[in-house]
């Protein structure tokens, strides 16, 4: 019996980068679904049975966190012993503390009746949703920059980068659920 | 062994058994099997595929299943059990609102399982279950004609994991080995796939009688990858049926001055009526409920229009869970290809209206909505035996997993809608020195609160090696398997061995009484073929019996010596004596015994009857 691939990576048999041909993730997805599925092996030995389902469930688990650029990235980050900082504990962004004071200011508002405090905050939302744009493209930048050099130095940056882009990220989920 | 029990090897089509798929509802179960290429759903001894989910447990005697026992919930409605679906897997608390309306009582101890008390006895819903399974498995048996064992078993995509598990032990106490749950949206999916291979995105709203679904799946060249899921194990027919009971009890009380609420069999006639007229709103503009009782006679005219307004409430609580799925799976109603029905409440004219306008497409309807799922079931059952090659089932979790942490928190392990098989591992250490054991509570839901999740089990890492307090490193590993069903091990890290876990499951049975109820079932099955030899036995001794007192009346018996006849009528004493008694191989002894001692009276009669046919005389 073989034994289980060690990370996310080699369960696809592809070297760990940032940059992902999607695609083609997804088409050896189902190459290997098709092959390993415990359903395949409904009437197999108890040790194939097993294999099947340990080899299914670290392809799933594999295929779902690979295929979100984020969730990969803090993925990789892990592996090479970089963990991402707790967005609960992390203080916000310097240049960010006005827009958070002004956006707490006018949830407060909407929570205490005032209707009129919707405005403000659909303007944060959007303001917001292009900071995160804004990063998601140069993250994509990171990504090709650290497949090129594989330096401890943009494992670094892009560490920043997420933590801060976790940061906006609970901020666009508090004004969505406010305006919803 | 015989010859006809040669086993040609493994190769031979025929050598593995059969699987069957079987949708084990609410309101009627079915049973189906793959026929060369095309599921078909088997009929019972009535010809009819539906078996009610009714067992009614007679005071003495065997427990009666289906449509007869459907009788019995108006002639003894306390003994008699329907929609026992809904209370799998549930403890007393979660059912306390809806047991008003169901006319059996609970047993004392139901809080983590429940207990009905029924013809004198109590029985949990996994062995209700058991008794509809068990019905399945006959009728499969009788038109297969072979041993059924195997079976692909049905769930609503949003049970959790205590419904599945107790659903899986309802098959083994029923003596089925349950090789695969399968989501009930997904396996319609899987049975309307065979049709129309295309690629696309569908839609399944499945409708039933106590559960409602909505599954989202993209096919892709046989492959059924479902993206979100979502629905309400507490959603279906059921609740119109007690909508319109309320409403016609109402009206009763105001018009015959009478409460009919705690009269059970008033209810359950009453039940009846009212279901009547909700099937007949499904293709008329408008019906009557009519009931008659103790000589007063109720009638209430029903527009579809003043139904559509009752049950409004009720069909808009499926559109949330709708809306939900949609959003989990990142789509819009327009990028939904087709819309497939499956449930009979989906006849409903204003659901088919309500889902028409959601997705803004046709629904199929072209498979019959009872019997659709049965078909998917058994589809699934040939994926699993091999027959089915080209399809592929990838289904999710409906529901996040969860550990409780520090202040009541959960910390999500596994999120709803994660491709199964799933997993996740987690490091636990200990607080104390010396500390043997952890406690883990695992919990279901997306709450963020434990108290507002569904407690799933208590785990108990046991044995842990004495050490510091922080120095244990024990890695569990939670793994939920493609029944959507959780498989806890532990690895204590700094040994490398495997960590014993007690599993405390908060809701559902013990393996260890399942397995009591496995063997209960097995000696009941032993009493049954035990009864049913009794009485065969003396059928044939009646007839033995019989045959010799009239010999006894015959000239051959008076041309027998007088030790013959005395042997004869010892034998036949003792027979006698034995007849009334269970033991049906003494019976046949006895039987024997009297055959082998009326030989020579019989050798005299064929002697005299052929003496007789000589002379022309015609002997009787």
Not at chain 2, 188 to 196: H, I, R, S, V
Not at chain 2, 206 to 214: K, Q
Not at chain 2, 244 to 261: P, T
Not at chain 2, 590 to 607: C, F, Y
């Amino acid at each position: 019996m073989n034994s289980l691939p060690s990370d996310y990576y080699s369960v696809f048999g592809i070297a760990p980068t940032l940059a992902l041909d999607l695609p083609e993730l997804q088409r050896q997805f189902y190459v290997l679904s098709k092959q390993f599925h415990p359903d395949r092996f409904a009437r197999a030995s108890a040790p194939e049975q097993q294999y099947a389902l340990d080899f299914t469930s670290l392809l799933n688990d594999a295929w779902r966190v690979l295929r979100d650029p984020v969730s990969r990235a803090e993925y990789l980050l892990k592996q090479q012993g970089l963990e991402p900082g707790d967005s609960r504990t992390n203080p916000p962004p310097p240049e960010l503390l006005e827009e958070v004071f002004e956006l707490n200011m006018a949830l407060e508002e909407l929570r205490a009746g005032d209707g009129d405090a919707r405005g403000p905050i659909a303007e944060a939302l959007d303001r917001f949703l292009a900071m995160r744009d804004q990063l998601d493209r140069d993250r994509e930048a990171l990504f090709v920059r650290y497949d090129a050099q594989r330096d401890a130095a943009t494992l670094g940056d892009l560490r920043a980068l997420l933590n801060r882009r976790r940061y906006i990220e609970n901020l666009v989920r508090d004004a969505q659920q406010a305006l919803s | 062994m015989s010859v006809l029990q040669i086993d040609f090897g493994d190769d031979s089509p025929t050598s593995a058994p059969r699987v069957v798929g079987i949708d084990l509802g609410t309101t009627n179960s079915l049973v189906a099997y793959l026929d060369l290429t095309a599921p078909k759903v088997i009929p019972g001894a009535d010809g009819s595929p539906l078996v009610p989910s009714i067992v009614h447990f007679p005071a003495s005697g065997e427990p009666v299943v289906g449509a007869a026992a459907q009788q019995a919930l108006l002639t003894d409605p306390h003994n008699t059990v329907y929609s026992a679906k809904r209370l799998m897997g549930r403890g007393a608390a979660d059912v306390a609102g809806e047991l008003s309306l169901l006319p059996f009582s609970l047993a004392a101890g139901s809080e983590s399982v429940i207990r009905l008390a029924v013809g004198g006895r109590e029985v949990t819903p996994p062995e209700v279950g058991a008794y509809v399974l068990r019905q399945l498995k006959q009728n499969a048996e009788a038109v297969l004609g072979e041993p059924v064992t195997q079976a692909v078993i049905t769930v609503p995509a949003y049970f959790n994991d205590a419904q599945r598990q107790a659903t899986k032990d309802a098959g083994r106490i029923a003596g089925l080995e349950v090789l695969r749950l399968v989501n009930e949206p997904t396996a319609a999916a899987l049975a309307y796939g065979l049709d129309k291979r295309q690629n696309g995105t569908i839609a399944v709203y499945d409708f039933g009688g106590g559960t409602f679904d909505i599954s989202i799946l993209k096919l892709q060249e046989g492959l059924f990858e479902v993206l979100a899921t979502n629905g309400d194990t507490h959603l279906g027919g059921d609740d119109i049926d007690n909508l319109l009971l309320r409403v016609a009890l109402e009206d009763i009380a105001s018009e015959w001055g009478r409460d009919l609420s705690a009269d059970n069999e008033a209810i359950q006639r009453l039940r009846r009526a009212v279901i009547d007229a909700k099937h007949e709103l499904s293709t008329l503009p408008a019906t009557t409920i009519a009931f008659d009782y103790d000589g007063r006679e109720y009638r209430r005219h029903l527009p579809r229009e003043v139904f559509d307004k009752l049950i409004t409430p009720i069909i808009d609580r499926t559109l949330g869970p709708c809306r939900s799925c949609l959003a989990d799976a990142g789509l819009t109603p327009e990028q939904i290809d087709e819309v497939v029905l499956v449930g009979g409440s989906t006849r409903i004219p204003l659901v088919r209206q309500a889902v028409r306008a959601l997705f803004k497409a046709e629904p199929h309807t072209e498979l019959n909505p009872d019997e659709v799922v049965a078909l998917g079931a058994a589809v699934q059952a040939g994926i699993l035996s091999g027959e089915v090659e080209d399809q592929l089932l990838l289904d999710v979790t409906p529901l996040s997993l969860g550990i409780e942490t520090m202040g009541g928190v959960v910390s999500k392990l596994i999120l709803r809608n994660s491709t199964i098989p799933a997993s996740a591992t987690e490091q636990f250490t200990t607080a104390v020195d010396g500390q043997r054991n952890v406690l883990i509570h695992v919990l279901q839901g997306e709450r963020e609160l434990a108290k507002d999740c569904r407690s799933l089990a208590r785990f108990d890492l046991k044995d842990i090696d004495p050490v510091m307090a922080g120095m244990a490193r024990i890695e569990v590993r939670f793994l939920i398997d493609a029944n959507g069903i959780l498989n806890v091990s532990a690895k204590d890290l700094r040994t490398g061995k495997e960590q014993s876990v007690e599993i405390k499951p908060s809701y559902g049975l013990t393996d260890e009484q399942v397995e009591a109820m496995i063997l209960e079932s097995f000696d009941k099955a032993e009493e049954d073929f035990k009864e049913r030899q009794v009485r065969e036995t003396r059928v044939e001794a009646d007839r033995v019996l019989a045959a010799v007192e009239k010999a006894k009346q015959s000239d051959a018996w008076f041309e027998l010596p007088a030790s013959e006849q005395a042997g004869i009528d010892q034998a036949l004493n003792e027979l006698l004596l034995s007849y009334h008694g269970d033991d049906y191989v003494l019976i046949q002894s006895k039987m024997e015994a009297l055959d082998h001692a009326s030989r020579g009276l019989a050798e005299t009669m064929m002697n005299s009857a052929v003496r007789g046919a000589l002379k022309g005389t015609k002997i009787e």
